[in-house]
């Protein structure tokens, strides 16, 4: 047991040794002066024009609200395309986007299943009918709803001169339950405590999933979107920064997207993530290290914003369930591995609320439930994250599959000043 104990504690300095740097992330995101772009906001109208991509499976039931929302933007209509592919479906959905005035392209290929192969393959229709090419290609997903400036801000970082930009992810039922409170809040923290963070640096930023923009010669470069690992967001990140590209963050561009209710359904949400970006180092490992190498420190803060949050878990968990197995079957004294692995997670939770609540306290204003609820997602936040800690263990040893997320979210619980811009 005593190697046990000198295990764990040897796990809580690493961790604190990996995470000590977001800490400062912390101080800058609550503190820190806005950075201004490179050569200022330019002051001139935008002549960029941008096509949207949508990928769609079975999403009849919500994608007129994004398609809504697209055509209500401040941007120029004339300067903005859209476009839908509407993957492996069996509803209406293509039919809907066409009735919402979009370009829809249909697919049905079950051999290659998941949103990267769709992308690849309406890129790939857009290269070919649309050889003009576009200044910008802007990523969503068909549950999310946008505010009316939400392109035009994006635009403004854009010119910057980003080769990608990241855009601001709420959500819209982060009121609805604990589960999609814990997960609406994780995403305010990546947008607040390491996005705006690293932004206000001048660090690259990292793309989260949806609502992300990238330029005509980054598309160019990639001939198509060959990224198709469970995680393609964090696939996508890891290559523009291997390839040296600067990934910029706009707080104002804010889309709302829809969160998992259901607990099962969000581990299983964890779990592929989890296995995702482990794939993601399998693939890209060497190259980030090379990055850092090569003094890239936009490659080591990826490295290090994944793999503490859940590797290192992860193997402390494997490693203790085993010790105490042992000890059981040996019957052995485990009071002091109980209580050292006790301790651990009561400092772990602790820890947890005190960022929950920074992040509850910095974005107040834009979390949308009441004040009880906040205040309960603050308690609940830490059950949350130590619930999925498990399903990032499972996922190293587990199968896991791309699956689509289910969509439950009523009209009622869109915010009234995005049903009334749709």
């Given at each position: 047991?005593?190697?046990?104990?000198?295990?764990?504690?040897?796990?809580?300095?690493?961790?604190?040794?990996?995470?000590?740097?977001?800490?400062?992330?912390?101080?800058?995101?609550?503190?820190?002066?806005?950075?201004?772009g490179r050569d200022g906001?330019?002051?001139?109208?935008?002549?960029?024009?941008?096509?949207?991509?949508?990928?769609?499976?079975?999403?009849?039931?919500?994608?007129?609200?994004?398609?809504?929302?697209?055509?209500?933007?401040?941007?120029?209509?004339?300067?903005?395309?859209?476009?839908?592919?509407?993957?492996?479906?069996?509803?209406?959905?293509?039919?809907?986007?066409?009735?919402?005035?979009?370009?829809?392209?249909?697919?049905?290929?079950?051999?290659?299943?998941?949103?990267?192969?769709?992308?690849?393959?309406?890129?790939?229709?857009?290269r070919r009918d649309h050889?003009?090419?576009?200044?910008?290609?802007?990523?969503?997903?068909?549950?999310?709803?946008?505010?009316?400036?939400?392109?035009?801000?994006?635009?403004?970082?854009?010119?910057?001169?980003?080769?990608?930009?990241?855009?601001?992810?709420?959500?819209?039922?982060?009121?609805?339950?604990?589960?999609?409170?814990?997960?609406?809040?994780?995403?305010?923290?990546?947008?607040?405590?390491?996005?705006?963070?690293?932004?206000?640096?001048?660090?690259?930023?990292?793309?989260?999933?949806?609502?992300?923009?990238?330029?005509?010669?980054?598309?160019?470069?990639?001939?198509?979107?060959?990224?198709?690992?469970?995680?393609?967001?964090?696939?996508?990140?890891?290559?523009?920064?291997?390839?040296?590209?600067?990934?910029?963050?706009?707080?104002?561009?804010?889309?709302?997207?829809?969160?998992?209710?259901?607990?099962?359904?969000?581990?299983?949400?964890?779990?592929?993530?989890?296995?995702?970006?482990?794939?993601?180092?399998?693939?890209?490992?060497?190259?980030?290290?090379?990055?850092?190498?090569?003094?890239?420190?936009?490659?080591?803060?990826?490295?290090?914003?994944?793999?503490?949050?859940?590797?290192?878990p992860a193997v402390v968990?494997?490693?203790?369930?085993?010790?105490?197995?042992?000890?059981?079957?040996?019957?052995?004294?485990?009071?002091?591995?109980?209580?050292?692995?006790?301790?651990?997670?009561?400092?772990?939770?602790?820890?947890?609320?005190?960022?929950?609540?920074?992040?509850?306290?910095?974005?107040?204003?834009?979390?949308?439930?009441?004040?009880?609820?906040?205040?309960?997602?603050?308690?609940?936040?830490?059950?949350?994250?130590?619930?999925?800690?498990?399903?990032?263990?499972?996922?190293?040893?587990?199968?896991?599959?791309?699956?689509?997320?289910?969509?439950?979210?009523?009209?009622?619980?869109?915010?009234?000043?995005?049903?009334?811009?749709?």
């Open positions: 047991m005593e190697g046990m104990l000198r295990f764990n504690a040897l796990m809580g300095v690493l961790s604190a040794v990996c995470c000590g740097y977001l800490l400062v992330y912390m101080a800058v995101g609550l503190f820190g002066h806005e950075r201004k906001a330019p002051e001139t109208a935008s002549t960029n024009r941008y096509v949207v991509l949508i990928c769609a499976r079975n999403e009849e039931a919500v994608i007129g609200r994004l398609l809504q929302s697209l055509a209500s933007q401040t941007y120029p209509q004339s300067l903005v395309s859209v476009f839908v592919m509407a993957d492996n479906c069996m509803d209406g959905t293509a039919r809907a986007a066409r009735e919402e005035g979009a370009r829809v392209y249909e697919r049905c290929d079950t051999a290659h299943v998941g949103k990267g192969w769709a992308l690849d393959a309406l890129m790939r229709h857009i050889p003009e090419g576009f200044d910008g290609y802007l990523v969503f997903d068909a549950d999310n709803i946008l505010r009316a400036d939400y392109l035009e801000e994006m635009d403004k970082t854009f010119r910057e001169g980003y080769s990608v930009v990241t855009g601001y992810r709420n959500s819209l039922n982060g009121g609805g339950n604990w589960v999609a409170a814990g997960s609406a809040l994780w995403f305010m923290r990546e947008n607040r405590f390491l996005n705006l963070a690293r932004q206000r640096l001048g660090i690259s930023c990292m793309v989260g999933g949806t609502g992300f923009l990238f330029s005509r010669s980054v598309a160019e470069e990639m001939g198509g979107w060959p990224y198709h690992l469970l995680t393609e967001d964090k696939e996508f990140t890891a290559d523009m920064l291997i390839r040296g590209h600067r990934i910029g963050f706009c707080g104002k561009a804010e889309l709302f997207d829809e969160q998992p209710e259901s607990l099962p359904q969000a581990l299983r949400q964890r779990m592929r993530w989890a296995r995702g970006y482990l794939q993601v180092f399998g693939r890209y490992g060497c190259r980030l290290a090379a990055g850092i190498g090569r003094g890239r420190f936009a490659c080591y803060d990826l490295v290090m914003s994944v793999v503490p949050a859940f590797l290192l968990i494997a490693v203790n369930a085993a010790a105490l197995t042992g000890g059981i079957l040996t019957s052995a004294d485990l009071r002091p591995l109980l209580s050292s692995f006790g301790t651990a997670v009561v400092r772990a939770y602790l820890g947890m609320m005190a960022v929950g609540a920074l992040t509850t306290a910095a974005e107040w204003r834009r979390i949308g439930a009441d004040t009880v609820r906040k205040l309960c997602g603050i308690l609940t936040f830490p059950v949350f994250l130590l619930c999925c800690v498990p399903a990032g263990a499972a996922a190293v040893f587990a199968r896991v599959e791309w699956k689509p997320i289910r969509h439950g979210v009523s009209a009622r619980q869109v915010p009234s000043e995005l049903r009334r811009q749709g």
